[in-house]
Structures are given as structure tokens and as C-alpha cells.
């Protein structure tokens, strides 16, 4: 037998509810409309004194009885709700590890800097020291020092960036190896790289472009020595199997003087396009130091002889990666350069590397 219908049914309302409470927040809605100040409860057992007298006692144990248990019951469902909604929120604040990394592209060495670093490595391994000169330069260092006469057609107008009548830009950086030499007495061995510039535009020729000169010199040095050490250097830069051979040629500094051809990398000499059909390819000059160059630094021709060469890089990386427009290493264009990025990750299997290696051609 109920002994209050109403607190009855307020309990078995308020215990469906708490229930079927989905939140906290839902909870405390409940508490406050059962048990708050004002609430059915609370109302309920403020109203003991409207009871007939008789009735009292066991209508407030009954309202104090289900008062302290929908308390309990409150109490026990916040527990529940709270470890649900912190897992709720765990599971919406996870990181799927599953999802695919977002990729920051990677810059990388443009590849004039990458293959003049592995000339001045190469040098370096044998020996020569990196010297550098200024881009401006006089005459006398580009030109008269190293026995150009006055009418030497290099010296035209048509051929030099002129500042003035006496500076320029200098053309090759020869003058490096003239700065060197008046400041140390021999021997000498160095490396010179760096920018050189020439009134010449087309596919094979950029106004600016980069050099790296050589210069070894010392007592009974000798034209096998600077063959032995281009043929090393030439199997370094164009692998193993790689050949050289000298042309005689002039230059005003070296006496004698020799172009040096490689074997053409494409065919191995059997001739092909990028040869032009002579299975050979020019990559630079050089010869022995001229006897007025010597003597115009202070270093005497019957003590001490040495030898000289210069070679540009971008003709190295042209013949290396297989590039035929000049033009392409100062366009910046992010479609040819990101070929020389280094891999990040190693290629995927199912990637042919013939697909790898193939370059940008300009069209
Ligand atoms: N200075 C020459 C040039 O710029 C290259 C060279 C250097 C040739 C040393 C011989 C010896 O073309």
C-alpha cells in the first residue's frame, strides 16, 4: 500500500528519468525539478502541514525515504555519464594514425652548387685548396698578367662586360690564380671557382656563368701529372669507365696548351646525338704555365713550372644530367630544379628508373 500516492509517483517519474538521462546536464535538470528549492519533492514535503495529523508521520518518512534515495540514484548515474562523456570526448580528439602524412615539399641544392661542390670535393681529395677573387676586376688581372697582348680579340668590347676602360667583369677567373700566386711563394696548389661573365646568349652560352680553374705548381711538375689528374678527376665526375683525351690548342697563359675531351657518356665513342656523331666531348682547357705568366708574379721559370686548367660547370652538369639548354639552370623553373630534390623516401619499387632519370627538355 502506497502511503502517498504523490510521492509515489513523483519518485517513479523522477527514477524513469534519471534513467533515461543522456548528460549531465540532463541530470541536473532532473534534480532541480525533483529536489531543487522549489522543486516537486522539496514542494511535497513542505506541504506535511496541510496533512491531516494522523497521516503525517508516515507520509514524511516516505517523502525523506525517497528524497535520500533519488539522491543516491542521481549521484550514481552523474558517475556513469561522466566516464561516458570523457571517452565520448577521448574518441573525437583521436588522431588517426591510419591518414596519410602531409607532405612539406623539400628544398634542394640547384644543381650548378651541387656539381661545383663535387669538382671542389674531388680537387680537394687531391690535395687543392678553394681560392676566390672578386667578380670586378682589372685589366691587368684578367688580361695583361696573363699575357694577353693589347690586341688580343678577347679583350674587345664584343667580348667583355667593361665598367670602365681599365675594369671589368672579369672572364674567367684565371685572375684568381694570378692573385694567388703574387701572395705565396710556390708551391702552389688551388682550385678556383666562380662566377665569370661574357657577352654571349644562346642555348649553350648564359652571359653569367660559372667556372672552376686549377692551377699546380712546383719544381719538376710535368704535362703527365695534369693528365694523370684529369683522368682521375674525369672518372670521378662521369663514372668509372670514363676516358679523356688532350687536342693541342692555344690559350695566350699555357705553353703548351691542350683541350680535353671526355668519351661521351651516351654512346661510350661510338658516336651519337649529344656527341654529334664524334663520341668525344670537349669539357675543358689547359697546358703548362707560360714562362711570362710565372714572371709576372715574381716566380722564377727556371726554378719552378707548373700547369693550368679551367672548365665551366655548367657544361659539367649538362653533359652529367644530360641537359641540353643552358637556359634552364636560371629560369628557376621549380618543375626542372625539384629533379635534382633529394629523395626524401626511397622510390617505390614499381617505379622504373628509367622514368627517374629522364630530364626536363625545353621545347
Ligand atoms: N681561362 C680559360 C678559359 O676561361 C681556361 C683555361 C684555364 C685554359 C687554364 C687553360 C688553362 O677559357
Excluded at 64 to 72: M, Q, T, V
Excluded at 305 to 312: N, P, T
Amino acid at each position: 500500500m502506497a502511503p502517498d500516492p504523490r510521492v509515489q509517483q513523483i519518485r517513479d517519474r523522477a527514477l524513469a528519468d534519471i534513467a533515461a538521462a543522456r548528460s549531465t546536464a540532463d541530470l541536473e535538470q532532473i534534480r532541480i525539478r525533483v529536489l531543487g528549492r522549489s522543486g516537486e519533492l522539496t514542494a511535497r514535503l513542505r506541504s506535511l502541514g496541510a496533512i491531516p495529523a494522523a497521516e503525517r508521520p508516515q507520509v514524511g518518512q516516505a517523502a525523506n525515504r525517497a528524497k535520500a534515495e533519488l539522491e543516491e540514484q542521481i549521484q550514481a548515474r552523474l558517475q556513469a555519464l561522466r566516464v561516458e562523456e570523457r571517452s565520448r570526448q577521448r574518441e573525437a580528439g583521436r588522431v588517426d594514425l591510419t591518414l596519410p602524412g602531409r607532405v612539406t615539399p623539400a628544398g634542394a641544392v640547384h644543381p650548378i652548387t651541387r656539381v661545383q661542390d663535387e669538382i671542389i670535393a674531388i680537387f680537394e681529395g687531391l690535395g687543392f685548396s678553394v681560392a676566390e677573387g672578386p667578380e670586378v676586376e682589372s685589366d691587368y688581372y684578367n688580361f695583361a698578367a696573363l699575357n694577353f697582348p693589347d690586341d688580343h680579340p678577347a679583350r674587345d668590347m664584343q667580348d667583355t662586360f667593361h665598367l670602365s676602360p681599365d675594369t671589368l667583369l672579369r672572364t674567367h677567373t684565371s685572375p684568381v690564380q694570378i692573385r694567388t700566386m703574387k701572395a705565396q711563394p710556390p708551391p702552389v696548389r688551388v682550385i678556383c671557382p666562380g662566377k665569370v661573365y661574357r657577352r654571349d646568349a644562346d642555348i649553350t652560352h648564359s652571359p653569367m656563368f660559372h667556372q672552376v680553374e686549377g692551377l699546380a705548381i712546383d719544381r719538376n711538375i710535368s704535362m703527365g701529372d695534369l693528365r694523370g689528374t684529369l683522368d682521375l678527376f674525369a672518372r670521378e665526375m662521369f663514372g668509372s669507365r670514363s676516358r679523356i683525351r688532350f687536342r693541342p690548342s692555344f690559350f695566350p697563359f699555357t705553353e703548351p696548351s691542350a683541350e680535353v675531351d671526355v668519351l661521351c657518356f651516351l654512346c661510350g665513342g661510338g658516336g651519337c646525338r649529344v656527341c654529334k656523331q664524334d663520341g668525344w666531348l670537349e669539357i675543358l682547357g689547359s697546358g703548362m704555365v707560360h714562362p711570362d705568366v710565372l714572371r709576372n708574379v715574381g716566380y722564377d721559370p727556371e726554378e719552378v713550372m707548373g700547369w693550368a686548367f679551367g672548365m665551366g660547370v655548367e657544361r659539367v652538369a649538362m653533359l652529367k644530367y644530360g641537359i641540353d639548354d643552358i637556359r634552364l639552370f636560371f629560369e628557376n623553373d621549380l618543375r626542372f630544379l625539384g629533379q635534382f630534390a633529394p629523395l626524401t623516401l626511397p622510390p617505390h619499387p614499381s617505379l622504373s628508373p628509367a622514368g627517374r632519370g629522364t630530364r626536363m627538355r625545353r621545347r
